[in-house]
Structures are given as structure tokens and as C-alpha cells.
């Protein structure tokens, strides 16, 4: 079973509505709750897929009704309790805040080109073998689920679990969110882009030549033969 | 308030109007010393104001430009892109996919909104949306629709979901009549939307 995040190819949501190039930001919130995530990032507490991760396990219910940067902020607010940035009483105006350890950290206005143009980059040497390569068929794992943590982060959407497609091309080694959003290393995998007819992955595609690609670790897929 | 969820979330100890959130975490992280409001603003001016779709643009009329350009484009973009100054969080493994007369490339995140920022900026309100996070991956055709756009019959539609740090750029394709125009007008020709396949390149 997936969690409510995982929303590809559901039926019933309406007409995707376009908007001009211009419009960044639709409220001045939106900025401030974009900022204030990504600056708490700096902290050093948590890592990328850990933060998916908080977001995914927000209740069906909220993440239905919350929009974009509120689902941010229910996510952020999990995150700085579970990891002791902040008290619940904190959190809730109970209490006066009290100066963090973790002050030194906080990012300088002169520090934001860099931080920004920097990037995080999760690709690493390779230490597992590539099993396939491309034109190889393979099929993707049943359970759209993390394998070892029930109800964890995995990056495998219900839509192409259990699917057969072919691998398109080897992106390099990267890390394995899968293990990365619950301590267990970054233990990086050879990454691959999948390529699945749409016939393969619906009972209704629109066109027979369609198709979806996938970027795949390699523990997702197993030969088919 | 409603009463519709538990007190045990955190972010349920804070106000439900989002604005009021924002402002709490805000005040509440400056007193502890974790952020700096002038931090945050530069953060917003560096995605309202100098990171934006300007920069895919300028990487889709180069290709359009130059063959050697397109070929190690197509080759490596994240190096490429980088040599123009376009590199950073959430665009450090780029790959450009190349519209052609067989296939239209589509972006897509269906697990929450990747987007390649350093390329294309914040990503729009409707890439961010559940009807596209659900719809783009089983029937592209009508979102396309939505956006106005109609593919040829014998186009296929190749859709990328964006499942892991891969962040993907659309090469669409180049417009007839443009073969006179230099860098700078075919840029204007290159829409945020036809970079992630939603829309075509505009005509002169």
C-alpha cells in the first residue's frame, strides 16, 4: 500500500489550469514559508528524503485539503519537533523561545548566492555493480512500499510497481532514499531511466506508441528472465 | 477551528490560516536564532527576481543555434549548463530531451514537485497541482488539451516522471521561418511551458 502522496494516474481531479509565466509567488506568504523551509535547511537535521518523508506522512486528510506550502509547513513542523529544534510548547506560543545551539549554522544574508548555486548533489562512487543495461527488460518490484521500514519513503510509485519496461539509460550511481529517509546510510545504487509503454501501465492508454519513464534504483527492478 | 484532526500533529499547534502560520515559524525560528529575515529575503529575491525561466530559454535557442552546442547538450547536460552559470539546488543532475516529428517529451513529478529551479525557477501553481501530478502520467493528451495544444496522430507522447534527483529540460522543437533570427529573438520564442512540454515553441 502507498501513501496519499502518491497520486499518478488517479482519476477524478479536473482541468490542469495554466498560468502566466510571471507569476512566481500568488501570495506573499507562499515567499516567506518557501524561505523559512529552505533556510532551515542549513540546520543540518535532517536531509532531503527525510523531509519528503515528513510531508508523505501528513494525514490523507490534510494533505487533500493543505495546499502547496501549507503541505511544506506541516511537513517542516513534524520535522522541528522530532528533532528537538523546537518544544511543542515552543511551537504552540506556551513557552518563550529559547536560544538554539544550532544558531551558529543559521545562514547569513551574504551567504545565499553561494548556498543556492551550490546545490547538493546525491550522485556518488559506485559501489554496487550495474545489473542491467540499456535495451535490458526488467520489472518493476509489486509493492509500491519501502522494503524495510513499513509505511517508509520509496520513490516507487504504486502506478509502475510490478510493471515490465526497459532500461533507457544508466544515470550513474545516486543515493538510495529508501534508506536515506530513515538512517540508514545513503547506500547509493546505480540509477536507471525505465521506459514503459503506457499500454503496460493502464487499461485505457490514449495512444498505443505512448509511453512513461521512470528514473528506477536498480533495487526496484529485477531481470525478467 | 475544526476539530477534523488530532493535536498530536505538530503543525496543528500552530494557527490554521496559513499566513498566521508562516509569520509564527518565522517569529518563533528569528528568536531562537535559527534563521535571519534578511536571509529569507534574499532567498526570495534570488527566485522572484534572478533565477527564472530566461535561463532554459537561453539553453533552448543555443541548442537551436549550434549542433555542437545541441550534441553535448544532449551528451551532458548538467556540465553544459553549468558552464553557463546555471547550476545549483535542484538542477545538479540535468538531462534534456530533444522533441523531434516522432515524439513530444512531457515533464511530470507525480510524488510531490520536482522541477529543475536553476533552469526553469519555482515550479508554476499548476506543476504543483494534483490534477497534473495525477493526470500528466495516464493521459498527457488531454492535459496537453487543457494548454490548448493538439499533437499530431503518428506523435507519440513520452512523459518523464521525475522519481529521483534527475531533473529534466524539454527541447522543443524549432519553429520554420526562424532560420534568420539570432539568440536573443529565438529566446522570446521559448516559453516556460514549452520547456516542460506543456506548450510548443511560439512562431515569429
Known amino acids: ?225 | 477551528m475544526p476539530h477534523d484532526h488530532s493535536h498530536d500533529d505538530p503543525h496543528a499547534l500552530l494557527p490554521s490560516d496559513p499566513a498566521l502560520r508562516v509569520k509564527a515559524l518565522e517569529t518563533l525560528l528569528t528568536k531562537k536564532g535559527l534563521i535571519d529575515p534578511a536571509a529569507l529575503d534574499e532567498i526570495i529575491d534570488t527566485y522572484e527576481n534572478k533565477i527564472g525561466p530566461r535561463n532554459g530559454a537561453r539553453v533552448v535557442a543555443k541548442t537551436w543555434i549550434d549542433p555542437n552546442f545541441r550534441k553535448a547538450l544532449l551528451e551532458d547536460a548538467t556540465s553544459v549548463v553549468a558552464d553557463l552559470g546555471y547550476y545549483g539546488r535542484q538542477g545538479e543532475h540535468m538531462v534534456a530531451v530533444e522533441n523531434t516529428d516522432a515524439v513530444h517529451n512531457m515533464v511530470v513529478c507525480t510524488l510531490c514537485s520536482c522541477y529543475p529551479w536553476p533552469l526553469l525557477g519555482i515550479p508554476p501553481g499548476w506543476y504543483k497541482s494534483d490534477a497534473y501530478r495525477a493526470r500528466a502520467v495516464r493521459e498527457p493528451r488531454k492535459v496537453l488539451a487543457d494548454f490548448g495544444v493538439t499533437l499530431p496522430e503518428d506523435m507519440a507522447v513520452r512523459v518523464w516522471d521525475s522519481t529521483a534527483e534527475m531533473r529534466y529540460l524539454v527541447i522543443p522543437q524549432r519553429p520554420a521561418g526562424t532560420e534568420d533570427m539570432d539568440e536573443e529573438a529565438l529566446m522570446n520564442l521559448v516559453s516556460r511551458d514549452s520547456m516542460i512540454g506543456t506548450a510548443l515553441a511560439g512562431t515569429p
Open chain 1, 1 to 225: 500500500m502507498t501513501r496519499v502522496h502518491d497520486m499518478g494516474g488517479r482519476f477524478g481531479d479536473g482541468a490542469v489550469v495554466p498560468e502566466p509565466e510571471h507569476e512566481v509567488f500568488h501570495e506573499d506568504w507562499h515567499k516567506r514559508a518557501l524561505a523559512v523551509v529552505l533556510a532551515c535547511g542549513a540546520l543540518g537535521k535532517w536531509n532531503l528524503d527525510i523531509s519528503r518523508h515528513a510531508r508523505e506522512r501528513l494525514k490523507p486528510t490534510d494533505y487533500a485539503r493543505f495546499s502547496y506550502y501549507e503541505k511544506w509547513m506541516g511537513g517542516f513542523a513534524t520535522l522541528l519537533v522530532e528533532t528537538g529544534v523546537v518544544t511543542r510548547d515552543e511551537l504552540a506560543g506556551n513557552a518563550e523561545p529559547a536560544p538554539s545551539d544550532l544558531a551558529e549554522k543559521a545562514w547569513k544574508p551574504t551567504e545565499i548566492a553561494k548556498v543556492l548555486s551550490k546545490g547538493g548533489p546525491v550522485d556518488r562512487p559506485r559501489n554496487v555493480a550495474p545489473m542491467f543495461a540499456p535495451g535490458d527488460t526488467v520489472i518493476a518490484r509489486p509493492h509500491a512500499e519501502n522494503m524495510k521500514v513499513s509505511g517508509g519513503h520509496t520513490r516507487l510509485p504504486a502506478y509502475a510497481a510490478g510493471a515490465r519496461g526497459t532500461i533507457l539509460r544508466l544515470h550513474g550511481s545516486h543515493i538510495l532514499p529508501d534508506a536515506h529517509a530513515h538512517g540508514f546510510g545513503e547506500a547509493p545504487e546505480p540509477l536507471y531511466a525505465v521506459v514503459f509503454p503506457a499500454s503496460e501501465l493502464w487499461a485505457h492508454p490514449e495512444h498505443p506508441r505512448d509511453e512513461v519513464v521512470l528514473d528506477m534504483w536498480q533495487s526496484y527492478l529485477k531481470p525478467t528472465s
